[in-house]
Nanobody
Framework: QVQLVESGGGLVQAGGSLRLSCVASRSIFSIPALGWFRRLPGKEREWVGTTNSVGNPNYADFAKGRFTVSRDYANNTVYLQINSLQPEYTAVYYC?????????WGPGTLVTVSS
């Protein structure tokens, strides 16, 4: 099992950047897949990007070039860097850990981008 807690959301202006953090309750060396999803207003939750156990990332097509997922093994943290924020990025962002087929989720952090 793992508990995940996100932070770093808030109200930001379009064009800015933001880094979200997710702290895990255990060593992230032991988490095979660790990454981020988001839920846009009125939409289903969608995948943003994930890192494997050695930190190599994969991204959804919309996230390539604008979103960066990275691991900090010393602090058991996974980050989501978002650049060139647009109002359509307004969403609740969730941290996700996939461990042996079991999904674990954080409570989410709201990002609101103003135009």
């Amino acid at each position: 099992q793992v508990q995940l807690v996100e932070s770093g959301g808030g109200l930001v202006q379009a064009g800015g950047s933001l880094r979200l953090s997710c702290v895990a309750s255990r060593s992230i060396f032991s988490i095979p897949a660790l990454g981020w999803f988001r839920r846009l207003p009125g939409k289903e939750r969608e995948w943003v990007g994930t890192t494997n156990s050695v930190g190599n990332p994969n991204y959804a097509d919309f996230a390539k070039g604008r979103f960066t997922v990275s691991r900090d093994y010393a602090n058991n943290t996974v980050y989501l860097q978002i650049n060139s924020l647009q109002p359509e990025y307004t969403a609740v962002y969730y941290c996700n850990a996939d461990m042996n087929g079991m999904d674990y989720w954080g409570p989410g952090t709201l990002v609101t981008v103003s135009s």
